[in-house]
């Protein structure tokens, strides 16, 4: 595949871009509510990681096979080795991002994790050709500036560890969007399964299973079948109609909206510096869409 600008895009292909671009944003909303269900959780994190993922197993597996009227082996088999590939790869990124925030402090690894976007551009442009916008370019660049502004009062008080385990976790999920992308007329849905079925079979040999209360349990359920679960299914029906770039723009979303529900639900108000850094990003994306939306709905 060479790289090449598509010059005039067709009336549907803004409006696909706009639904794709819906549906990211509509996955990544999903995911800014895990982390007020982290708060209420009561066991340690590789135990949470292992009953999340279950959950999110169970509920893809339900959900697949509805979809194939109960043939969901054979749905997994047309999937073939890339939704395996983007669903180890979806699991390595959760487990990085959980052990990342044990071993450097969370400004750390949100602000490392901000560089996703940047990833799955340079990614994307040279496995798969996809050219990127001065456009997105720039809005990727404010969005950046954002998260240092939200963040900025707390850096420095992270380990280099956990800090490379956080730029892990912004290079996997990069790979896992450019697998997507370059697979996108098949269905991905398969590797929502996969992601699930990955992670348990990661956290199972460090999690206690046994360890946790019924409440610990319905509370990762919620957050496996309806935060990540149906977050991932939403943000890979997206991805079909965006490029990489922008599908990364759009995840930083679950970053400025986890602290605000963290906030209404049980009263952690977010400093001055996090308030503004979010308006930035959310400013950011909005103003790309925006300018996308003029331009006819080019890259």
């Known amino acids: 595949m060479t790289a090449q600008e598509i010059a005039l895009p067709q009336p549907a292909d803004a409006r696909l871009h706009l639904i794709g671009a819906a549906f990211a944003m509509a996955g990544a909303l999903a995911w800014s509510v895990g982390a007020l269900l982290i708060r209420m959780v009561e066991v340690d994190a590789w135990t949470l990681l292992f009953w999340r993922s279950a959950s999110v197993t169970l509920g893809?597996?339900?959900?697949?096979?509805?979809?194939?009227?109960?043939?969901?082996?054979?749905?997994?088999?047309?999937?073939?080795?890339?939704?395996?590939?983007?669903?180890?790869?979806?699991?390595?990124s959760m487990c990085l991002y959980v052990n990342s925030i044990t071993r450097t402090s969370v400004a750390n690894t949100l602000i490392l994790l901000a560089t996703n976007p940047f990833m799955a551009a340079i990614l994307a442009w040279v496995l798969l050709g996809e050219r990127v916008s001065a456009r997105t370019w720039a809005a990727m660049a404010v969005a950046l500036v954002?998260?240092?502004?939200?963040?900025?009062?707390?850096?420095?008080?992270?380990?280099?560890?956990?800090?490379?385990?956080?730029?892990?976790?912004?290079?996997?999920?990069?790979?896992?969007?450019?697998?997507?992308?370059?697979?996108?007329?098949?269905?991905?849905?398969?590797?929502?399964?996969?992601?699930?079925?990955?992670?348990?079979?990661?956290?199972?040999?460090?999690?206690?299973?046994?360890?946790?209360?019924?409440?610990?349990?319905?509370?990762?359920?919620?957050?496996?079948?309806?935060?990540?679960?149906?977050?991932?299914l939403l943000f890979v029906k997206g991805l079909r109609h965006i490029s990489a770039a922008e599908a990364g723009l759009l995840s930083l979303l679950e970053s400025i909206l986890a602290p605000i529900w963290v906030w209404l639900a049980i009263g952690e108000q977010p400093r001055p510096l996090a308030l503004l850094g979010g308006a930035i990003v959310l400013g950011s994306v909005a103003a790309h869409a925006a300018l996308h939306a003029r331009a006819g709905g080019g890259r």
Request: with cysteine.
């Open 146 to 232: 954002g998260m240092l502004a939200m963040l900025g009062d707390s850096i420095g008080g992270g380990s280099w560890f956990g800090d490379l385990l956080a730029l892990g976790c912004a290079a996997s999920f990069a790979l896992v969007m450019v697998v997507l992308r370059r697979y996108k007329n098949q269905d991905n849905i398969p590797q929502v399964f996969m992601a699930g079925l990955w992670a348990v079979v990661l956290t199972l040999p460090v999690a206690a299973p046994a360890a946790a209360s019924l409440r610990d349990i319905l509370l990762c359920a919620v957050m496996g079948v309806f935060s990540i679960g149906l977050g991932m």
């Open 60 to 92: 893809a597996a339900l959900y697949i096979a509805a979809v194939n009227r109960g043939g969901l082996v054979r749905a997994l088999q047309r999937a073939g080795w890339p939704m395996v590939l983007a669903g180890l790869l979806m699991a390595v």
